[in-house]
């Protein structure tokens, strides 16, 4: 089992800035390669954000998010990070971490998944 708790979440003006955790645990954690961060507006499909490779830090976004957004992580602590800058209103989503055996864009590749954390960007 593994267990993923977010947190960061927020309300924020555009053009402003956020950053969030995500804290990984359990017993077969080891065994997951990679985290994700993926994001679902009201109405919409659960879109990917951006991964990372736990071993060399590889990172992978979304072409809506490069240049804004950076992934990264912290082996010693088992968490994730989601550093947002020039937030927009379409960025407004609920935003959850997941854990995968390998470096992964589809939702359906990750295998546990975190409860969300709400970000609202207001005009």
């Known amino acids: 089992q593994v267990q993923l708790i977010e947190s960061g979440g927020g309300l924020v003006q555009a053009g402003g800035s956020l950053r969030l955790s995500c804290a990984a645990s359990g017993r077969t954690f080891s065994n997951y390669a990679a985290m994700g961060w993926f994001r679902q507006g009201p109405g919409k499909e659960r879109d990917f954000v951006a991964a990372?490779?736990?071993?060399?830090?590889?990172?992978y976004y979304a072409d809506s998010v490069k240049g804004r957004f950076t992934i990264s992580r912290d082996n010693a602590k088992n968490t994730v990070y989601l550093q947002m800058n020039s937030l927009k209103p379409e960025d407004t989503a609920v935003y959850y971490c997941?854990?995968?055996?390998?470096?992964?864009?589809?939702?359906?590749?990750?295998?546990?998944w975190g409860q969300g954390t709400q970000v609202t960007v207001s005009s």
């Open positions: 997941a854990a995968s055996p390998f470096i992964a864009t589809m939702p359906n590749e990750y295998d546990y």
């Open positions: 990372i490779s736990w071993r060399r830090g590889s990172t």
